[in-house]
């Protein structure tokens, strides 16, 4: 079974808008963090926000919030006032466990694709 | 710019060859991960090392190895290689300290073409 769900191959939206970027997650794992990173054309990976299982507060880094819920096992990526610059494939990935020798399980992707 | 460096950034070897891919980890991050991404299989888990150690084992084939070395660089060998190995090498640090919000943080990746 698929551990990271993206079910999004392809989001298109207007610069300034915001746009929300779907992950849903299955672990029975209580410890468990949740990770978005950004892969632009130019190929590197870029963490964007970080989200852990026992945080009751969504978290929030500049225009990247996580819309997190635990209940439905989703951790929804939300970039608000889109720029171009923010056309680039995004991941979901997943961390179980306290051990932090455990490696990410990465989502399949979705393409953001930001026109003016 | 993530901190961690990974050479060479581009790779073209023949089928049969081996190579070694090198990282360099972020300042005082004693974890280095390996990741393979291509367009079939997407981002996978190959290998993990803290401090020396081997930590984690993932979709690593037996043709690959990796080491971490005391300065704690780490070298990705990658032997008799077959056209499917042509992917996208990550490496990746994180401090390693056994707290749940240990982030990775990536290098540019080594790109990898057999032919």
């Known amino acids: 079974a698929q551990k990271i769900t993206q079910t999004q191959p392809g989001m298109f939206v207007q610069e300034k808008e915001a746009v929300t970027l779907d992950c849903t997650y299955d672990?029975?794992?209580?410890?468990?963090?949740l990770f978005w990173y950004k892969q632009p054309s130019s190929g590197e990976m870029i963490f964007l926000i970080y989200?852990?299982?026992?945080?009751?507060q969504n978290a929030t880094e500049g225009r990247y919030s996580l819309n997190f819920q635990k209940a439905r096992k989703s951790a929804n990526l939300v970039i608000s006032a889109s720029q171009l610059g923010d056309s680039a494939m995004y991941f979901c990935?997943?961390?179980?466990?306290?051990?932090?020798?455990?490696?990410?399980?990465f989502g399949k992707g979705t393409t953001l694709s930001v026109s003016s | 710019d993530s901190g961690v460096t990974q050479t060479p950034k581009h790779l073209i070897t023949a089928t049969g060859q081996r190579v070694t891919l090198r990282c360099s980890p972020r300042?005082?991050?004693?974890?280095v991960y390996w990741y393979q991404q291509s367009l079939d299989q997407g981002l996978q888990f190959l290998i993990q090392?803290?401090?020396?150690?081997?930590?984690a084992k993932g979709n690593i084939l037996e043709r690959f190895s990796a080491q971490q070395f005391p300065d704690l660089h780490s070298e990705l060998n990658l032997s008799s290689l077959e056209l499917g190995d042509s992917a996208l090498y990550f490496c990746?640090?994180?401090?390693?300290?056994?707290?749940?919000?240990?982030?990775?943080?990536f290098g540019p990746g080594t790109r990898l073409t057999v032919l």
């Open positions: 090392y803290y401090n020396g150690e081997e930590r």
């Open positions: 300042s005082g991050d004693l974890s």
């Open positions: 990746a640090s994180s401090t390693g300290g056994g707290l749940i919000t240990d982030t990775q943080y």
């Open positions: 990935a997943m961390r179980e466990g306290r051990d932090s020798g455990t490696a990410l399980i």
């Open positions: 989200q852990g299982s026992y945080d009751q």
């Open positions: 672990t029975s794992d209580p410890s468990y963090g």
